[in-house]
T-cell receptor
Framework: QKEVEQNSGPLSVPEGAIASLNCTYS??????FFWYRQYSGKSPELIMFIYSNGDKEDGRFTAQLNKASQYVSLLIRDSQPSDSATYLCAVNMGANDYKLSFGAGTTVTVRA | ETGVTQSPTHLIKTRGQQVTLRCSSQ?????VSWYQQALGQGPQFIFQYYREEENGRGNFPPRFSGLQFPNYSSELNVNALELDDSALYLC????????????FGPGTRLLVL
């Protein structure tokens, strides 16, 4: 079983719609959760982090965490063509384990 | 911009050669992590350095080695290059701790022929 799994995509949404990205993780003791956006040929850039169960909103982005279900998601509201990228879910597995474990990413295309 | 820099941006090597990649961390950060990202995959953790000491290592062979300098910049060395080492190598800096965000540099794209 992979440590972090994401819905494989690609995901195509019309401009203005909501894009929903999902991620599950294997280690119940995982501490912190990150969403990175990666444009083609570029390095990952942080969108959001979340530590506690529930929702966290930042502009058009909402991260949702459910530790009991070992599930984290990212919603992109009012999707724009500039949101077209690969979204990487990253998980820090424990208090003394500082590495990030990444999913394979979900590629999102926003159609104008 | 994250303030994390890497050099070189691109590199072409042949099998069996050795390569050194460099990373300067963001000001105030004492921790550097290295990741390998193959095409179409998520980044894979290679190792992390905290205050000049290795602080964890992923599932990579010993020919991947590194070090961190007193100014917290870091190097990744790969010996005996193999074709499968072709990838984007990412350096990430942070201020340490499990909840600290890791900020990525632009990466070095390595092609092994």
């Amino acid at each position: 079983q992979k440590e972090v799994e994401q819905n494989s995509g690609p995901l195509s949404v019309p401009e203005g719609a909501i894009a929903s990205l999902n991620c599950t993780y294997s280690d119940r003791g995982s501490q912190s959760f990150f969403w990175y956006r990666q444009y083609s040929g570029k390095s990952p850039e942080l969108i959001m982090f979340i530590y506690s169960n529930g929702d966290k909103e930042d502009g058009r982005f909402t991260a949702q965490l459910n530790k009991a279900s070992q599930y984290v998601s990212l919603l992109i509201r009012d999707s724009q063509p500039s949101d077209s990228a690969t979204y990487l879910c990253a998980v820090n597995m424990g208090a003394n384990d500082y590495k990030l474990s990444f999913g394979a990413g979900t590629t999102v295309t926003v159609r104008a | 911009e994250t303030g994390v820099t890497q050099s070189p941006t691109h590199l072409i090597k042949t099998r069996g050669q050795q390569v050194t990649l460099r990373c300067s961390s963001q000001s105030g950060h004492n921790t550097v992590s290295w990741y390998q990202q193959a095409l179409g995959q998520g980044p894979q953790f290679i190792f992390q350095y905290y205050r000049e000491e290795e602080n964890g290592r992923g599932n990579f062979p010993p020919r991947f080695s590194g070090l961190q300098f007193p100014n917290y910049s870091s190097e990744l060395n790969v010996n005996a290059l193999e074709l499968d080492d072709s990838a984007l190598y990412l350096c990430a800096s942070s201020s340490g701790g499990a909840r600290e965000t890791q900020y990525f540099g632009p990466g070095t794209r390595l092609l092994v022929l």
